[in-house]
């Protein structure tokens, strides 16, 4: 171990006797003074955000919460709770399901928007051409662009509530606003390399959000689990409440959602 070092280094908080300061400052300052939000970005970036950049993130945090018991984390997370482990192990198996396919795309979409911006002209004047040919790469390739389509919605009404908020933030100064730009440039540069109409979803908007608060795409599915962390105690707490045991992931004998697929009943091998 270098001698310098200390076993944990940590610019993040600071605990003695009788005192707790988070990057500074005094925890009895911060409690009723800052909003969740606020005390997030606080943690992530050492710094207490703009009132506007906080209300970006609030609107992060409260439109990811629920997609009902159709999204996977959902329904594991209510699964759990009628199989009688502890509560706060069955929001972590809702937690544990989200991954770059459920929840977790919005990690990839802020690696492509943070690629985009790197390789955007001062004027920004190129961002069609770019949007296109990175739509037209996907396609060539078979491939999902993250942060866009939905199972449900045409429309998914989070985007544009999550834009508004953002167009709030930039009208204050508090954010430039480019990787919202960058966000709707590729929606229209899918509309036209692959001639449908795909929605903005929510990963795709709150990536952009994340991003113009400087946030590393690495923290994506963390601020993602703290979002759909909170509807998941909800739906815990509701199937606890309503008291099912052992409930299977569908209803028991319903040959329309289970099928048998394997090989008809045989003799085991006599010796
Ligand atoms: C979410 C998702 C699985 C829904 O897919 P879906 O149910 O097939 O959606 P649709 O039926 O509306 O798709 C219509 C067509 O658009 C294509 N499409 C959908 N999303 C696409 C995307 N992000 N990029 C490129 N093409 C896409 C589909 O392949 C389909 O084409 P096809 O008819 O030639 O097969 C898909 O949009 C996706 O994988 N998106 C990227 C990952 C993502 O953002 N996940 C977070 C979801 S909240």
Known sequence: MDDNKA???????????????FRGYKIQDLIGSVTYPEMLLLLL????????????????LVAGCDHGPNAPSVAAARMAATCGISFNSCIATGIN????IHGGAGEQSMEIFYQLSGQLADDESNLPE???A??????AEGKKLPGFGHR??????????LDRLAQEAKEKGEIEGKYFRIAHALHKALRR???IELAINIDGISAAALCELGLPAKVF????????GMGLVAHALEEYMQGSRLKGPCPKNDETLVKYTGVGEREFPSS
Request: proline share 5%; charged share 30%.
């Open 7 to 21: 076993w944990w280094e940590t610019e993040i908080i600071n605990v003695r006797p009788d005192s707790i300061e």
């Open 134 to 139: 990175l739509c037209r790469e996907f396609k």
């Open 193 to 195: 390399v692959l001639g």
């Open 130 to 132: 770019l949007a296109d």
């Open 45 to 60: 970036k050492g710094e207490l955000p703009g009132k506007y950049q906080a209300r970006l993130l609030e609107g992060v």
């Open 221 to 228: 599915k963390g601020v993602f689990s703290l979002s759909r």
């Open 152 to 161: 449900f919605h045409k429309i998914d009404p989070r985007a544009a509530a």
């Open 97 to 100: 399901v989200l991954g770059d």
